[in-house]
C-alpha cells in the first residue's frame, strides 16, 4: 500500500506534532484537504508498525499518541493520566523490570510501547 508522498508527509509532521494524545478528527481539523481514509490507512500503517500508541476509552474514543523512535531496550514512557503528557525516559531500571516479568510472568514485553500511567509533578497527587 502507497501513499502520496506529499500527504504522508504532511500527515507525519502533523502527528509528530502533537504533544499529548490525538484523534483522527484532530488531524483531519487540522489538513482537512486529506481525506479521512487516507489519513485512517497511514495512522493504522503506523500503529502496526509501532510508531503510534493507540487506545480506547471507557466511552468509545480511539485516541494515538505518537512514540518518539529509539534503538535502545532501556526505555520507556511516562504518561500523566491529568494533563495527557508523555514523557520518553532512559532509564537501565526497565531492564529488570523486563527481565522479571519475563521469567516469572512468562510474558515478553514489546521494548518499544512500555507506558506507566501516573500523576506528574505540575498536576499533584
Request: hydrophobic share 30%; net charge neutral; with cysteine.
Amino acid at each position: 500500500m502507497t501513499y502520496n508522498t506529499k500527504q504522508k508527509d504532511k500527515i507525519l509532521n502533523v502527528i509528530m506534532n502533537y504533544k499529548h494524545e490525538f484523534t483522527i478528527r484532530d488531524i483531519h481539523n487540522k489538513i482537512p484537504n486529506i481525506g479521512l481514509t487516507t489519513i485512517y490507512r497511514l495512522v493504522d500503517k503506523l500503529v502496526l508498525d509501532g510508531r503510534l500508541n493507540k487506545y480506547i476509552t471507557k466511552d468509545n474514543i480511539t485516541y494515538y499518541e505518537y512514540l518518539e523512535e529509539c534503538d535502545n531496550n532501556n526505555h520507556f514512557y511516562l504518561k500523566c493520566d491529568k494533563c495527557g503528557n508523555m514523557v520518553h525516559i532512559d532509564c537501565d531500571c526497565i531492564n529488570e523490570l523486563k527481565s522479571h516479568i519475563f521469567k516469572n510472568h512468562n510474558f515478553k514485553l514489546n521494548k518499544d510501547h512500555i507506558i506507566i500511567n501516573g500523576i506528574c509533578d505540575k498536576c499533584g497527587d
